[in-house]
């Protein structure tokens, strides 16, 4: 079973730039999809980007030209590079992974979780 571990959050201002790591154990993750998505408080979690087997990528509209989501299968991990952070890009950041395809932004159709790492963006 695919156990996931996300780090890499923290405080930055405005501007500044983040990379978060997701590490999977227990499997190889060359055959799952992978994403990221975020949450704040009283919302909805949202689809932040989501990478397939072969690399091909999504992007949600807020993140689009900002963050670059990228993963290696030799070291197991996925990977999201977030530049010119916004404050409104605060969130608890997660990753995850799924063997079926769907709507990649539907958080239900997603098939294994990390537990998260917070992003704080100040002004």
């Known amino acids: 079973q695919v156990h996931l571990v996300e780090s890499g959050g923290g405080a930055v201002q405005a501007g500044g730039s983040l990379r978060l790591s997701c590490t999977a154990s227990g499997v190889n993750i060359d055959i799952y999809s992978m994403a990221w998505f975020r949450q704040v408080v009283g919302a909805e979690r949202e689809g932040v980007s989501y990478?397939?087997?072969?690399?091909?990528?999504l992007y949600g509209d807020s993140v689009r030209g900002r963050f670059t989501i990228a993963r290696d299968n030799a070291k197991n991990t996925l990977y999201l590079q977030m530049n010119s952070l916004e404050p409104a890009d605060t969130a608890v950041y997660f990753c995850?992974?799924?063997?079926?395809?769907?709507?990649?932004?539907?958080?239900?159709?997603?098939?294994?979780w990390g537990q998260g790492t917070q992003v704080t963006v100040s002004s």
């Open positions: 995850a992974a799924r063997l079926a395809g769907g709507t990649w932004s539907a958080t239900s159709e997603w098939e294994v």
């Open positions: 990478i397939d087997q072969n690399g091909i990528t």
